[in-house]
């Protein structure tokens, strides 16, 4: 049970490790891509989300209007996670080689070994970077598509709700994970498989991460110490054991 918190404590320590002197330079474009993409998510978003749920409401007959204290929570709690995961999502691919960048430098600070990467190293690692994010993207929308019809069916969307969530704080901890995992080899299908060894773990991380990209200002930063927490997790967990 002791993973439950120690997730919430990985990231926690990976914003304090934002402003250390040797990493501050691999913060830049992580907090640069955040920054121009959520200052307009969050304008945009909360009055998306405002105006559908007031027209839900009024779709409700009169009769049935005591539902919408049951119904207009759960849609603003799906919606708001649905569309600040698309944003995460759009954003790692985005920043995907620099974030790489940035979890190689925490674990060498960790570890005391040598720095191994650089601008170069950046540019090579362009394609496979957005390969493995397409990856994902393909491994969210098979499973994704399904539970939002689920959404949609009256009598089973608060538990809907509750498995969305869930997902989806595992995706950003299979999100995040990949950076130090992939800078030693190792990929999506190995990522998940060590990540499936410690659920709780990956929920309290990935689910904090997702809490933490819907708060205004936070979410600016919450990619690079996502990077940053994840990169702790690898080290300091022993490497989450081989999986079989």
């Known amino acids: 049970m002791k993973d439950l918190f120690a997730g919430a404590a990985y990231l926690r320590e990976g914003f304090s490790l934002l ?29 998306w989300v405002d105006t559908a749920s007031q027209y839900l409401v009024a779709q409700l007959p009169g009769w049935l209007q005591w539902l919408s204290y049951l119904v207009v929570p759960v849609f603003v709690l799906t919606s708001l996670v649905l569309i600040f995961y698309g944003f995460s999502v759009l954003a790692n691919l985005i920043a995907a080689p620099f974030n790489g960048l940035l979890a ?3 674990e060498a600070q960790l570890t005391g070994k040598p720095l191994q ?13 957005v390969l493995s994010e397409l ?8 499973r994704a598509v399904p539970l ?4 949609l069916v009256p009598a089973i969307n608060v538990v809907a709700s509750l498995l969305w969530v869930l997902f989806s704080a595992w995706m950003m901890a299979v999100q995040y994970i990949d ?10 299908k190995e990522q998940r498989a060590r990540l499936r060894k410690r659920p709780l773990l990956a929920w309290s991380f990935g689910g904090l991460v997702m809490l933490c990209t819907m708060i205004p200002l936070v979410n600016f930063f919450v990619m690079p110490a996502a990077v940053a927490g994840a990169t702790l997790v690898w080290v300091r967990e022993g490497r989450l054991e081989p999986a079989g």
């Open 179 to 188: 950076y130090p995992m992939a800078n030693h080899g190792l990929f999506f």
């Open 117 to 129: 990467g650089d601008w170069r190293q950046v540019l090579r690692d362009i394609l496979p970077s």
């Open 19 to 47: 402003g250390r002197p040797g990493l501050r330079r691999f913060v830049i474009m992580p907090l640069l891509v955040n920054v121009l993409l959520f200052g307009g998510l969050i304008w945009w978003a909360f009055g």
């Open 104 to 106: 190689e430098a925490v």
């Open 135 to 142: 990856r994902k993207m393909i491994y969210f929308a098979l």
């Open 148 to 151: 939002l019809i689920l959404l």
